[in-house]
């Protein structure tokens, strides 16, 4: 076996230097001929190792990807497009550290992926997914061959970094593909996330690191340690990364990745911003979605001028009706646009978009691209008239401010929108209920509320077109699945105005379950941390209209079984406690507190509202502090704190 290690060692050293570092220094033909006696060699013997190049060949396509939680989550950034928007960042900032560093580095537009490493051997691949969870795609992953199968590092490791297809490479694929391949983003996602590792490998994508999500032993003190350590374990990362003294270095750091990235044969759509100080992100923390302590610069969106052929409207789940305009193809941001969205009738008129003019449309990654503004109009050109009655069910619209409404709730596209919510991913999570098949159900089994696809049979599916045995066992496998579902995701999915992932999970947090939150009042509800005066107002009139009542009744007696995540309790030292940490303990990571202080009863909150109860208080605590103090919140030290838990 001597000879089959020194054949691998050698072999992942030639792909190190060919793939991560661009430097090969052997033939192609060198490397073959080193390879094919390996392989000869294990197919001798029946071993194969875990770190052999010999597995990263495609292999047969897999049945669906499994979900993993990811070690520690993975959070999106907040984004900024303009100067005084992060100066904004850099004043809170400079709240917690006087005179704070930052890194600067490009953000590449492609598919977060997180890699997993146990006792040195890699153990698995998985996209970013919602940040708590993602689907583990090591099949595909292992065609990639810019990442290590063995590390130095001995301990359990998450690292991230972002799956990327080169420019030159898609072009190169295109030239043979049957079907093009439009932007190197879509291929890289549509590479990682196919059944077929042999389509994966076929695209040819990388990974670029960046980040260490979850070391089990030691930390990086720094963002630029980040980088140093992601090299000595054999990652590739991109070799650029600034730091930066003042906001000024930021910003020309910024610039100088604008210049450049026109001729980097990757596709980016931005800069990265983080605080170099791990110490001091500890202080900042985490907002619901992003980390306090960076932010993303997102480059100007691209912008062309096309014509508006018609103005068509929709209608939504909640009734209203938004005007779309249906223009002259157009590329922009490496797709082809042929639809731009207007908010209502008053953004229309304002922005002066007539059917036949001339109109500047922007869009910016994957966001729906909009009308800016009317550039030309031209003879001929037609007003777009407020429409009267609803274009799906000719009822009477009504006016609620600057917006149209049908008021018919069984109109086609508003059931057909509430069900498509009600399934999706984040809510019941109806794998195969689609908004096709919700058109179907509505027009032949006279689908109108969520509570009846649960009474749907067998037979009744088999009288849709298209349905067919295994889509219809797929359909009523998914559609019992759902019945135990999360109460926060079942909050979510009733679809009431305002109430998003965020919302519901802070609803659940302070009512516990349905029948509280029937009952609550507005000012309870502005007392969360994520619900205004509108989604209040919303939620107190959701749960007054008997007809949602009794949906919810419906859908719990068809068996849907809302349930609240049970938190390990080991004493109620902080039992009906509301916490805020802040500032650095030096005995305890902020996560390590945290779950301390929900084992034991309490619940954190991440900033000080008139609902916090506790203030725990490390060094450089800062404005949290001072809020506590203002509203005569109980404030302890890390060492009562240490007290309290012996």
């Known amino acids: 076996m001597d000879k089959m290690r020194a054949l691998i060692d050698q072999l992942n050293k030639w792909a190190y230097e060919y793939y991560v570092l661009d430097n090969p220094s052997v033939s192609d033909r060198e490397y073959d001929k080193l390879y094919d006696e390996l392989r000869a060699l294990e197919e001798s013997t029946g071993k194969v190792e875990f770190d052999s190049p010999t597995k990263r060949v495609g292999g047969e396509p897999i049945k669906g990807f499994e979900k993993h939680a990811h070690i520690s989550r993975l959070y999106s950034l907040d984004k900024s497009v303009t100067y005084d928007e992060l100066d904004t960042f850099f004043t809170r900032i400079k709240k917690v550290e006087e005179n704070p560093e930052y890194t600067v580095e490009y953000k590449f537009d492609g598919l977060t992926m997180c890699l997993t490493y146990d006792g040195g051997k890699f153990v698995r691949a998985t996209t970013r997914g919602n940040g708590v969870e993602g689907e583990d795609v090591t099949a595909q992953c292992l065609t990639i061959k810019s990442f290590p199968l063995a590390i130095p590092y001995k301990g359990t490791l998450e690292v991230q970094g972002e799956a990327v297809i080169r420019l030159s490479v898609l072009e190169e694929y295109n030239k043979t593909a049957k079907e093009q391949l439009k932007n190197a983003r879509n291929a890289v996602a549509g590479a990682i996330r196919n059944l077929d590792p042999k389509i994966t490998a076929e695209r040819k994508p990388e990974i670029l690191f960046y980040n260490v999500n979850y070391m089990s032993e030691g930390e990086l003190p720094s963002q630029t340690a ?28 910024i610039e100088e990745i604008e210049i450049e990235r026109k001729n980097l044969d990757v596709l980016t759509d931005g800069a990265v911003i983080k605080l170099n100080t791990t110490k001091v992100r500890d202080i900042l923390g985490y907002t619901d979605k992003f980390p306090r302590w960076a932010m993303a610069y997102k480059f100007e969106a691209e912008e062309s001028i096309t014509t508006v052929k018609e103005v068509v409207w929709q209608v939504g789940r909640t009734g209203k009706l938004t005007p779309l305009a249906i223009v002259e193809p157009v590329e922009l941001a490496g797709a082809t646009v042929r639809k731009a969205t207007l908010n209502n009738f008053g953004d229309l008129t304002r922005k002066d978009v007539k059917v036949g003019s001339k109109v500047l449309i922007r869009r910016s990654n994957e966001v729906i691209p909009e009308i800016l503004g009317a550039v030309e109009h031209v003879e001929g050109s037609l007003n777009v008239e407020k429409p009267k009655n609803c274009p799906f069910c000719g009822s009477s619209v009504e006016e609620v401010g600057a917006n149209l409404f ?55 599916f088999s009288s849709l077109e298209g349905f067919k045995d295994k889509k219809i066992n797929n359909l009523l496998g998914a559609i019992e699945k759902s019945k135990t579902v999360s109460l926060e995701r079942f909050i979510f999915a009733l679809g009431i105005d305002g109430v998003g992932k965020v919302a519901a999970k802070d609803l659940v947090k302070a009512f516990k379950n349905i029948d509280n939150l029937k009952s609550a009042t507005k000012d309870e509800l502005l007392e969360l941390e994520n619900v205004g005066d509108i989604t209040a107002e919303a939620i107190v009139n959701w749960f007054k209209d008997e007809k949602n009542l009794a949906e919810i009744d419906s859908l719990l007696s068809a068996g849907v079984n809302p349930q609240t995540a049970q938190k390990s309790v080991i004493s109620s030292i902080f039992g009906g406690q509301f916490v805020v940490l802040t500032g650095t303990l030096q005995d305890f990571k902020r996560s390590e507190a945290q779950k301390i202080i929900e084992e034991n009863g309490g619940e954190c909150q991440s900033s000080v509202t008139a609902k916090t109860t506790l203030v725990i208080a490390g060094e450089s605590a800062g404005s949290k502090l001072d809020k506590a103090k203002k509203l005569g919140i109980k404030i302890i030290d890390e060492a009562t704190f240490k007290e309290m838990i012996k």
Request: glycine share 4%; proline share 4%.
């Open 226 to 253: 980040h980088f140093d350590f992601l090299r000595e374990q054999g990652f590739k990362v991109f070799e650029f990364l600034r730091l930066c003294k003042n906001e000024d270095e930021v910003k020309a750091a």
């Open 406 to 460: 049908c008021p018919n709730k069984y109109c086609p596209p508003r059931v057909v929108g509430k069900v498509e919510h009600f399934a999706s991913k984040d809510a019941m999570d109806i794998e195969g209920l689609s908004e096709k098949t919700a058109e179907l159900m509505y027009d032949k089994l006279g689908l109108r509320e969520c509570s009846q696809v649960y009474n749907y049979t067998y037979e009744d």
